[in-house]
T-cell receptor, first 114, second 114 residues
Framework: GENVEQHPSTLSVQEGDSAVIKCTYS??????FPWYKQELGKRPQLIID?????GEKKDQRIAVTLNKTAKHFSLHITETQPEDSAVYFC?????????????FGGGTRLMVKP | DVKVTQSSRYLVKRTGEKVFLECVQD?????MFWYRQDPGLGLRLIYF???????EKGDIPEGYSVSREKKERFSLILESASTNQTSMYLC?????????????FGDGTRLSIL
C-alpha cells in the first residue's frame, strides 16, 4: 500500500519568515495530494490540495509543489504569522477508488514565534 | 457548511468493555471514514464505508468493527477495549472521488481505556 513520509516533525520559525514542509510518497499511482491544518484541540481542515496533472498551486500565502518523478510534494508558507502555528498533515490518495482513501504523513508541528 | 458530529469529545472506559463511537454527517455524503490519531504517526485509517451497509478495512482494523445502517451515521465499535486503544479518534466524510470533494472531519473523540 501507499506510504507517506513527512519532514520535519517540528519546525520553528520567526514571524515573517517562510516555512517549508516536505512529503514523499511511495505509490506512483497516487494522484491527489491534500494538506490539512489542525489547530490545537480542533479538527483537521483542508487548506490546499493538488492533483498530479498540476505542478504547483497557490492560494495567497500558501503554495504546494509536486514532483511526480521524484514522488515528493511540499507545502510552502510565506510571511508566516502566529496564527499559522498548528500541526500540518500531508496526504496522498489514488482517485478512481470509490472510497478515495487517504494515506497521511506523520504531521509537522509548526511554531511561529512573534 | 458540512457538519460532521461525533457523539463524545471525551470518553473513559475500562479494559474489556465494548465501546461505541458514533459519527453523524448532515451533507448526504456517500463516504465515511474512521481514523485514529497518535503523536508522530499522523492519522491512520481504521475502516471506511462508501455506501450503506458497505465497509472496507483500512490500515489498522484489528480490534475494531464498524456499522453503517444509515447513510448519515457511521459507528466505530471496540469489541473488547484494551489500553493500547487509548487514542484520539476522528471521523470524516466526503462525496465520492469523482466529485473532487475533500474529506471533512469531526472534532474527534479522545478515548481513554483504563
Amino acid at each position: 500500500g501507499e506510504n507517506v513520509e513527512q519532514h520535519p516533525s517540528t519546525l520553528s520559525v520567526q514571524e515573517g519568515d517562510s516555512a517549508v514542509i516536505k512529503c514523499t510518497y511511495s505509490d506512483s499511482a497516487s494522484n491527489y495530494f491534500p494538506w490539512y491544518k489542525q489547530e490545537l484541540g480542533k479538527r483537521p481542515q483542508l487548506i490546499i490540495d493538488i492533483r498530479s496533472n498540476v505542478g504547483e498551486k497557490k492560494d495567497q500565502r500558501i503554495a504546494v509543489t509536486l514532483n511526480k518523478t521524484a514522488k515528493h510534494f511540499s507545502l510552502h508558507i510565506t510571511e508566516t504569522q502566529p496564527e499559522d502555528s498548528a500541526v500540518y498533515f500531508c496526504a496522498a490518495s489514488i482517485t478512481g477508488d470509490a472510497g478515495n482513501m487517504l494515506t497521511f504523513g506523520g504531521g509537522t508541528r509548526l511554531m511561529v514565534k512573534p | 457548511d458540512v457538519k460532521v458530529t461525533q457523539s463524545s469529545r471525551y470518553l473513559v472506559k475500562r479494559t474489556g468493555e465494548k465501546v461505541f463511537l458514533e459519527c453523524v454527517q448532515d451533507m448526504d455524503h456517500e463516504n465515511m471514514f474512521w481514523y485514529r490519531q497518535d503523536p508522530g504517526l499522523g492519522l491512520r485509517l481504521i475502516y471506511f464505508s462508501y455506501d450503506v451497509k458497505m465497509k472496507e478495512k483500512g490500515d489498522i482494523p484489528e480490534g475494531y468493527s464498524v456499522s453503517r445502517e444509515k447513510k448519515e451515521r457511521f459507528s466505530l465499535i471496540l469489541e473488547s477495549a484494551s489500553t493500547n486503544q487509548t487514542s484520539m479518534y476522528l471521523c470524516a466524510s466526503s462525496k465520492p472521488e469523482y466529485s473532487n470533494q475533500p474529506q471533512h472531519f469531526g472534532d474527534g473523540t479522545r478515548l481513554s481505556i483504563l
